[in-house]
């Protein structure tokens, strides 16, 4: 019995999260380019807050967006139509500049599966809507989620990027 009462505590302890108690940074849009005609938007973004360097522990993070107006970034929630694109720093000419390479696609929830939107098939989705919103997330094995706030990217400079090919 005593055993039960050790592995019931660590399995309790084990699923708990912590918060995080890092500063909710604030992302300010800067420039999108297309990469070499690959389906790839390189966003370019500031930050109050030094991004890679939240968490010394991370599983994943990168900067998520919504080509509509599902803004529940969570990792267990499915958003039809998305972005997500992995972050890097960018060395000058601002300290906190920082670039995601994000790849857009679409998905039906549980049936696996993605279509990736570039060019031509991306278009119609961003005429719809002035912006699209991103947040930066990070998930890590002792913490809660972090998040950034949301970021709005101007439509019309995605479609410029398109429009560049």
């Known amino acids: 019995m005593h055993k039960f009462f050790l592995f019931l505590t660590i399995l309790l302890s084990a699923s708990c999260s912590l918060n995080h108690g890092r500063p909710i940074a604030t992302l300010e849009y ?3 380019k297309e990469l070499r005609n690959t389906g790839l938007y390189q966003i370019y973004f500031t930050s109050d807050v030094e991004l890679l360097q939240l968490f010394k522990s991370r599983i994943g ?3 998520v967006c919504s080509l509509e107006d599902d803004l529940d970034f969570a990792e267990a929630h499915h958003i ?3 972005g997500f694109g992995l972050v890097e720093k960018v060395i000058e000419p601002a300290p906190l500049l920082y670039r995601a390479n994000v790849i857009f696609s679409e998905s039906e929830s549980g049936k696996g599966g993605e279509d ?3 060019g031509e098939a991306l278009i119609p989705l961003l005429k ?3 912006f699209i919103s991103c947040v930066f997330r990070v998930h890590t094995t002792t913490y809660n989620t972090y998040f950034s706030k949301v970021m ?3 439509t019309a ?3 410029k ?3 560049k090919q």
């Open 30 to 32: 800067s420039s999108v």
């Open 152 to 154: 709005h990217v101007p």
């Open 128 to 130: 719809k809507r002035d």
């Open 116 to 118: 990736y939107l570039e």
């Open 61 to 63: 993070e990168g900067l």
């Open 157 to 159: 400079e995605l479609l």
């Open 80 to 82: 039809q139509r998305s």
């Open 161 to 163: 990027a398109i429009s």
